[in-house]
């Protein structure tokens, strides 16, 4: 049976999962459990499990997502499906694509588990980007490189369609994001607006009107699978095994807001929260154009880059309820977790500003 909570996890029930992910049967002589991301927010309990065996084929850990112990957070998480949507992707979309170009974990298991899905991933042997540090310039570009090549692989693909548990900019579990701004923003400008200009807070006000005709926008083709929460802490990285001195590869985790929609919200998802105001306003031409043209080298021909830049402005109006309700909503857990929530406002609040400064949010 599966785990309710990583206290219920055991080797007899991991040997039956290895067993279905096709190494055969393998004998834990014992396994170790390491809970990870202890209290930064997120909405779900998360372990590696170390397995001691004698094949050399088995891996020698494995990451167990389940959902949250937290009735608060698991609340938020059914209420938008976000077990479901994560669970979905990698059964349905990701379970026989190539990983070279894609770089996200081999899912070894998809179960269903006492309050939801339960997933066993491959652990991915690489490092952790810091969100609250900020992505470096390499790591903004490999980012932007490996969401083109996930981005082009689903460009306008009939994979997409027919999946209940994949919304679409235009349905309620997006499309609500516009009135949880609404109520959710006096209490982040109480909280917070202290610490935040008043012009950011000015253009955000100015920005959200724009929300509906933006998500109905986004909801016309072309449309891709959209991670959701592509930010650094949800990243890894690895050398390069051609220019292990050059940039760094990049590999994506955690797809419980996976979406249709147009590509450039995830960009402008992660620039807004996972790069720093000033090093955004230094590298964001060069972030933009890696992905753009890494598009283009996906097979994506119909697509300008004025394209990409008008749905990447118009991608931070969409994202902007995501981190004002998350500051608000979401259990920070410890001081990360509201360092974390705090940044991603505050970067998300700059990005809108600056926009706004052009005249963007005026029509």
């Not at 979401?330 to 970067?347: F, H, K, M």
Request: proline share 6%.
């Amino acid at each position: 049976m599966a785990p309710g909570t990583i206290d219920d996890i055991d080797a007899e029930w991991l040997e039956d999962v290895l067993a279905g992910a096709g190494f055969g049967r393998v004998w834990l002589h014992d396994i170790s459990v390491e809970p990870l991301a202890v209290g930064i927010g997120l909405l779900g309990a998360v372990a590696r499990i170390r397995l001691a065996h004698d094949d050399d084929d088995a891996p020698k850990s494995v990451i167990v997502k389940l959902p949250s112990n937290d009735m608060r957070a698991r609340s938020i998480a059914d209420q938008f499906g976000y077990y479901r949507r994560e669970a979905g992707t990698y059964r349905d979309l990701l379970h026989d694509l190539p990983r070279d170009d894609l770089r996200t974990p081999r899912c070894y298991a998809v179960v269903e588990g006492p309050i939801g899905p339960v997933l066993v991933l491959e652990d991915l042997p690489h490092v952790n980007g810091d969100q609250v540090v900020g992505a470096t310039r390499e790591q903004a570009l490999a980012a932007a490189e490996l969401l083109a090549n996930i981005h082009a692989q689903f460009w306008d693909s009939e994979a997409l369609h027919g999946h209940a548990w994949l919304p679409g900019p235009t349905d309620e579990v997006i499309a609500g994001y516009g009135r949880l701004f609404e109520l959710t923003w006096p209490m982040f400008v109480n909280n917070f607006g202290t610490h935040i200009p008043r012009e950011h807070l000015g253009a955000a006000e100015r920005a959200i009107t724009h929300f509906a005709a933006v998500a109905g926008s986004f909801a016309q083709a072309p449309q891709t699978l959209i991670h959701g929460d592509f930010r650094l802490d949800n990243l890894l990285f690895a050398p390069h095994p051609l220019a292990p001195d050059d940039e760094p590869i990049a590999y994506v985790l955690d797809w419980q807001l996976a979406a249709r929609g147009r590509g450039p919200y995830d960009l402008a998802f992660f620039v807004a929260g996972s790069v720093t105001a000033n090093q955004r306003r230094v590298h964001e031409r060069a972030i933009i154009e890696r992905y753009h043209g890494y598009l283009q080298l996906g097979g994506v021909s119909d697509y300008s880059l004025d394209d990409c830049w008008r749905d990447y402005h118009w991608g931070h109006v969409l994202n902007l309820p995501n981190p004002i309700t998350a500051a608000v909503a979401v259990p920070p857990g410890n001081d990360r977790g509201r360092q974390l929530l705090t940044s991603n406002a505050e970067r998300a609040l700059a990005a809108i500003a600056d926009f706004d400064r052009r005249g963007f949010f005026n029509g």
